[in-house]
């Protein structure tokens, strides 16, 4: 009998990715438009509000580890996981809190690092519009999320989105378990020998290095914004969690054009000049302003990040294929996401202001920014060249 060849993402119904995705992008930016909230109801510190983002995205980094070795079962895991993490969420305290974003942490790591690498590696002549396609869903729940947030100010309102998210997430649960069992073939990303293969330390290294700060960056620019909002420009926390949601429409609006700029120059070209138009967006929050500007600010900084890290993400796999290896890239930039905005609530305890403390995204993506070009200097199999080369 032959041997059936792997499924690719075309080959599938796409709807329970896409769908996932956008229950995905609501579970991650949850906790910036709900701070402001939990941190007037359990009087939070921003170092203790800030161990929240740490524990969800230091959670996440496992969940992306275990998704490069068992991106079946993690595809299925994931969802079940952010499903519990947000059931219990809804019925939390502060201490409780802290192992629901461990949940909801680990089971986003898996499930999306998992689908990120199907969708990446299983046409590599198209990976860049792919991934830039099924991100684009996330941006659509990360956008959706502040809204549905500043509805339910109120926390038994709250605690029923808490209980509608996570009755969505068990649908998609269900759902993929009832694709996969219909399809019955194993979806590993290194289910067919890889010609590139072998992920270097320069390239590992680099890269890491790129989307740990590119992650740590954007989530701590959403995750704080809201508060940032709150603090200096007065608005209540429903108004405030609306930037966070202005931060995603800029994301969302600049992955959809995305494709289009990239069909007309280099992959490359897109991806630095939206690291350095976020450049200018968060280095204008470090000034005071009016919340008009702040959120001028925030919608140029959304619309700089769009490309990042789907079109960052293509060129690594460019480089490596469908390797196991993968997913411990994905596991380092999910760390930054825990890092650096705790870092920013440290930033910002230490020095008695949270405008000072974003100086920590500002450092971030002008890391990302001197990286995206020493990649270029990095060796080039004969292999990859046609495949970076953009």
């Given at each position: 009998?032959?041997?059936?060849?792997?499924?690719?993402?075309?080959?599938l119904l796409a709807a329970p990715f896409y769908a996932g995705f956008v229950i995905a992008g609501m579970a991650t930016v949850l906790l910036g438009p709900v701070l402001p909230i939990l941190g007037a109801r359990w009087t939070l510190t921003d170092l203790q509000a800030g161990s929240l983002f740490a524990v969800q995205f230091t959670?996440?980094?496992?969940?992306?580890?275990?998704?490069?070795?068992?991106?079946?079962?993690?595809?299925?895991?994931?969802?079940?996981?952010?499903?519990?993490?947000?059931?219990?969420?809804?019925?939390?305290?502060?201490?409780?809190?802290?192992?629901?974003?461990?949940?909801?942490?680990?089971?986003?790591?898996?499930?999306?690092?998992?689908?990120?690498?199907?969708?990446?590696?299983?046409?590599?002549?198209?990976?860049?519009?792919?991934?830039?396609?099924?991100?684009?869903?996330?941006?659509?729940?990360?956008?959706?999320?502040?809204?549905?947030?500043?509805?339910?100010?109120?926390?038994?309102?709250?605690?029923?989105?808490?209980?509608?998210?996570?009755?969505?997430?068990?649908?998609?649960?269900?759902?993929?378990?009832?694709?996969?069992?219909?399809?019955?073939?194993?979806?590993?990303?290194?289910?067919?020998?890889?010609?590139?293969?072998?992920?270097?330390?320069?390239?590992?290294?680099?890269?890491?290095?790129?989307?740990?700060?590119?992650?740590?960056?954007?989530?701590?620019?959403?995750?704080?914004?809201?508060?940032?909002?709150?603090?200096?420009?007065?608005?209540s926390p429903s108004r405030s969690g609306l930037f966070v949601s202005a931060f995603w429409i800029s994301i969302v609006f600049g992955r959809a054009l995305t494709p289009v700029l990239v069909r007309r120059t280099s992959e490359f070209a897109v991806l630095t000049s939206g690291v350095i138009a976020s450049l200018c967006g968060i280095?204008?929050?470090?000034?005071?302003?009016?919340?008009?500007?702040?959120?001028?600010?925030?919608?140029?900084?959304?619309?700089?990040?769009?490309?990042?890290?789907?079109?960052?993400?293509?060129?690594?796999?460019?480089?490596?294929?469908?390797?196991?290896?993968?997913?411990?890239?994905?596991?380092?930039?999910?760390?930054?996401?825990?890092?650096?905005?705790?870092?920013?609530?440290?930033?910002?305890?230490?020095?008695?202001?949270?405008?000072?403390?974003?100086?920590?995204?500002?450092?971030?993506?002008?890391?990302?920014?001197?990286?995206?070009?020493?990649?270029?200097?990095?060796?080039?199999?004969?292999?990859?060249?046609?495949?970076?080369?953009?």
């Amino acid at each position: 009998m032959p041997r059936r060849k792997p499924a690719r993402p075309q080959s599938l119904l796409a709807a329970p990715f896409y769908a996932g995705f956008v229950i995905a992008g609501m579970a991650t930016v949850l906790l910036g438009p709900v701070l402001p909230i939990l941190g007037a109801r359990w009087t939070l510190t921003d170092l203790q509000a800030g161990s929240l983002f740490a524990v969800q995205f230091t959670a996440s980094t496992i969940g992306a580890v275990l998704a490069s070795y068992f991106s079946r079962a993690c595809l299925v895991f994931g969802y079940a996981s952010v499903a519990a993490g947000l059931a219990a969420l809804a019925l939390a305290d502060y201490q409780l809190a802290l192992l629901a974003f461990a949940l909801v942490g680990i089971g986003l790591g898996s499930a999306t690092t998992a689908t990120n690498l199907l969708f990446g590696t299983q046409r590599p002549n198209m990976r860049g519009l792919m991934l830039t396609r099924v991100n684009l869903f996330w941006g659509l729940g990360a956008v959706c999320c502040p809204p549905f947030v500043a509805a339910t100010i109120g926390p038994g309102t709250l605690r029923f989105l808490l209980l509608g998210l996570s009755l969505g997430a068990t649908g998609v649960f269900a759902a993929v378990v009832s694709l996969l069992s219909r399809v019955g073939t194993e979806l590993e990303t290194r289910s067919r020998p890889d010609k590139v293969g072998r992920l270097g330390p320069s390239v590992f290294v680099l890269f890491s290095a790129l989307l740990f700060l590119y992650v740590g960056g954007e989530t701590s620019v959403s995750g704080w914004i809201a508060t940032y909002t709150n603090r200096f420009d007065h608005l209540s926390p429903s108004r405030s969690g609306l930037f966070v949601s202005a931060f995603w429409i800029s994301i969302v609006f600049g992955r959809a054009l995305t494709p289009v700029l990239v069909r007309r120059t280099s992959e490359f070209a897109v991806l630095t000049s939206g690291v350095i138009a976020s450049l200018c967006g968060i280095a204008s929050l470090l000034f005071p302003q009016t919340p008009l500007l702040t959120l001028a600010a925030v919608a140029v900084a959304g619309m700089g990040c769009a490309p990042v890290f789907p079109l960052a993400v293509a060129r690594l796999l460019a480089r490596i294929g469908p390797s196991r290896h993968a997913g411990w890239v994905f596991a380092i930039c999910g760390a930054g996401a825990a890092v650096l905005p705790w870092m920013t609530g440290l930033y910002s305890g230490h020095s008695g202001s949270l405008r000072a403390a974003f100086l920590v995204p500002l450092a971030a993506m002008g890391g990302v920014l001197m990286l995206s070009f020493a990649e270029r200097f990095l060796p080039v199999d004969r292999a990859e060249s046609s495949a970076v080369s953009s």
